[in-house]
């Protein structure tokens, strides 16, 4: 069972390395800020066993895959 719908409104997290050198320096930028969670992944597209990962959009229309933890739901979580 998934924590988070399609077309729910979340807040992102990132919790890895935090580095200007990080191959995810894009998504530590956007640490704070408001996604839609566009689905969650499929089996085949989810390379990590039993840790959830979903497609989310940024408010900039950015799409990026994110761990199920990285995702919270809350008070700034409204639509983006």
């Not at 066993?49 to 979580?77: H, N, P, T």
């Amino acid at each position: 069972m998934s924590q988070f719908d399609t077309n729910e409104a979340a807040l992102f997290t990132y919790h890895c390395w935090e580095s200007e050198q990080s191959t995810d320096v894009h998504l530590w930028k956007k640490s704070g800020q408001r996604v839609l969670v566009m689905r969650m992944l499929t089996k085949q597209e989810n390379e990590n066993d039993g840790i959830r990962m979903y497609r989310v959009r940024f408010l900039d229309r950015l799409e990026a895959d994110v761990f199920e933890d990285e995702l919270s739901k809350g008070k700034g979580a409204q639509t983006p």
